[in-house]
């Protein structure tokens, strides 16, 4: 049986009945720390290092996942879209930037991604809504990048690690939206934007600063809208708090830390695109029980744990309910 196929089979109510009975005891998502909430629209975030280790992520949570009924996830092939936005300073008036090479390996990671190591695993997981049953589908159906040099609005919020120079989920949201609409794109729950910030940006959850870039998150993904529209917020890497301390197999350190980022909130939403599909009792999505987990580094000689047509990367493992543990390579 194709997992990417709608089945009904005796075998999937099996499973579908055992993880039912499984989440009486499981938390709502907005009970997880990680799951953040303005009042009218919330987010899960991916930890820096040190707030994951203040949570005792992963090692607290063991897993399994759990299906919570009628939620859905990212179905059939799926859209990617790359926005990097880059204006030409930041609020405070400093220059910002990001490179051609950092833009690339972002744009590199859309193309390689699917039918790859990582995104074989999620096609374990499913949906079942309307009494129909769809596995993940990992294949692609393309990408598209767009350079956004529109400025920055006035920063809306503190930011300790970047003062002065802060968005808010809101104004992400607006640019986002922004773009759509300038180049006439669409949401939907077989598309997600990554909105990538340059240089020097730094970001908070809401205006009072509850949870910011590079002391609370790295990235972070929710949706919003009606149909509903997938996104990330993708903060400039920086490898002193959003990776393990290498290997970089591009050689470029704060490239090789946005890549582990993007693939991190890329697998939790496509598992769990509202916040209301796949996650554990504790509320922790397929890659904060992974979180800084790489596994083995069997390429580039020992510089990447990931080969995808010929680009070398360096990405979390993610969790696999069949081994009950972080794999590399899904069944």
């Not at 998502?29 to 303005?38: A, F, H, K």
């Not at 919570?68 to 400093?94: R, S």
């Not at 949706?223 to 393990?244: L, M, R």
Request: net charge negative; proline share 6%; with cysteine.
């Amino acid at each position: 049986m194709k997992r990417n196929l709608i089945v009904a089979s005796f075998a999937v109510g099996v499973v579908m009945a055992s993880l039912l009975l499984l989440q009486g005891s499981a938390w709502a998502q907005g009970e997880s720390p990680l799951t953040v909430s303005d009042g009218e629209h919330k987010a899960h975030i991916f930890p820096t290092v040190s707030r994951a280790a203040q949570l005792g992520i992963p090692a607290a949570d063991t897993g399994p996942l759990l299906y919570h009924a009628g939620g859905p996830v990212m179905t059939g092939a799926i859209l990617l879209y790359n926005i990097y936005w880059v204006p030409a300073h930041l609020q405070n008036g400093n220059p910002t930037s990001m490179s051609t090479h950092y833009k690339n390996v972002q744009t590199n990671l859309l193309h390689d991604y699917p039918e790859h190591g990582i995104g074989n695993n999620n096609t374990q997981y499913y949906q079942t809504i309307g009494g129909v049953t769809t596995y993940i589908y990992n294949r692609p159906n393309g990408y598209v990048t767009y350079l956004d040099t529109n400025p920055y609005p006035a920063s809306g919020c503190t930011d300790p690690a970047t003062p002065g120079n802060c968005i808010t989920d809101a104004q992400i949201q607006t640019e986002i939206q922004r773009v759509m609409t300038l180049n006439h794109w669409t949401g939907g729950l077989n598309k997600m934007f990554l909105l990538f910030t340059s240089s020097g940006e730094g970001s908070c959850f809401d205006a009072g600063g509850s949870s910011c870039a590079y002391t609370q998150y790295c990235a972070y993904h929710g949706a919003f809208g009606s149909a509903p529209v997938v996104y990330s917020n993708e903060p400039y890497g920086d490898p002193s708090v959003c990776s393990a301390g290498g290997p970089f197999p591009t050689g470029d350190a704060a490239a090789d830390t946005a890549v582990g980022t993007a693939t991190h909130e890329l697998t939790e939403a496509l598992t769990d695109p509202e916040l209301n599909a796949w996650y554990s009792a504790l509320g922790n999505e397929i890659g904060d029980l992974c979180a800084y987990d790489y596994g083995t580094n069997t390429w580039d000689s020992g510089q990447a744990n990931q080969m995808w047509y010929g680009h070398f990367y360096e990405i979390q493992q993610e969790y696999d309910n069949h081994v009950g543990g972080c794999v590399q390579v899904g069944p």
